[in-house]
């Protein structure tokens, strides 16, 4: 089956950081760029990062730029997002999404809440 | 940054009605829009892309139309399945940007 399986999210003081993990099944990651997309309780969809295909290329959104950081394993078929110095706007459910047709997402996984509160 | 408009935030109808969603670009963007499903509790589902393109395994009654800053999404005869919220995305300018969402209600 093809799917995505995020990991790593919990609890986290201001401050703090965390890495979040994508495990992907049913496809070969190294041939899709791959993104992270949040919503925070109760809102709308807000793209985090893009890394390309080989890992050679990353873009970030203008509010976590500096602080996240988008990293993949295609031998383990895993992306990663290091997030550091977490504010409470960070708080959100963070979702991998496969990029398609430049930059569309047609495959998501079903997210990690990270809650950063002291 | 592109910022996209959905209106109207919340629309009520009844299976069997015809629904028309609405996504304004503050800047031209050709074809380059899609349209996503969320349910509750669930992720994002891709409907539509390039404006006027289903995504793999969408019904029929879901089409797309627009060009340049005025988009629409049609469902052409509700299902009780369908209720959910809606949101446009950009491709066409980094940062990538969604819209705001429209929440379809059953009246």
């Known amino acids: 089956e093809v799917q995505l399986l995020e990991s790593g999210g919990g609890l986290v003081q201001p401050g703090g950081s965390l890495r979040l993990s994508c495990a992907a099944s049913?496809?070969?990651?190294?041939?899709?760029?791959m993104s992270w997309v949040r919503q925070a309780p109760g809102r709308g969809l807000e793209w985090v990062s893009t890394?390309?295909?080989?890992?050679?290329?990353?873009f970030y959104a203008d509010s976590v730029r500096g602080r996240f950081t988008s990293s993949r394993d295609n031998s383990k078929n895993t992306l990663y997002l290091q997030v550091y110095s977490l504010r409470a706007e960070d708080t959100a459910i963070y979702y991998c999404?496969?990029?398609?047709?430049?930059?569309?997402?047609?495959?998501w996984g079903r997210g990690a809440l990270v809650m950063v509160s002291s | 940054e592109i910022v996209l408009t959905q209106s109207p935030a919340t629309l009520s109808l009844s299976p069997g009605e015809r629904a028309t969603l609405s996504c304004r670009a503050s800047?031209?963007?050709?074809?380059?829009l899609a349209w996503y499903q969320q349910k509750p509790g669930q992720a994002p589902r891709l409907l539509i892309y390039?404006?006027?393109n289903r995504a793999t395994g969408i019904p029929g009654r879901f089409s797309g139309s627009g060009f340049g800053t005025d988009f629409t999404l049609t469902i052409s005869s509700l299902e009780p399945e369908d209720f959910a919220v809606f949101y446009c995305?950009?491709?066409?300018?980094?940062?990538?940007?969604f819209g705001g969402g429209t929440k379809l209600e059953i009246k």
């Open positions: 999404a496969r990029v398609w047709i430049d930059w569309y997402f047609d495959l």
């Open positions: 049913g496809f070969a990651l190294s041939s899709f760029a």
């Open positions: 890394v390309t295909a080989d890992g050679g290329s990353t």
């Open positions: 800047q031209h963007i050709h074809n380059y």
């Open positions: 390039d404006a006027s």
């Open positions: 995305q950009q491709r066409s300018n980094w940062p990538l940007t």
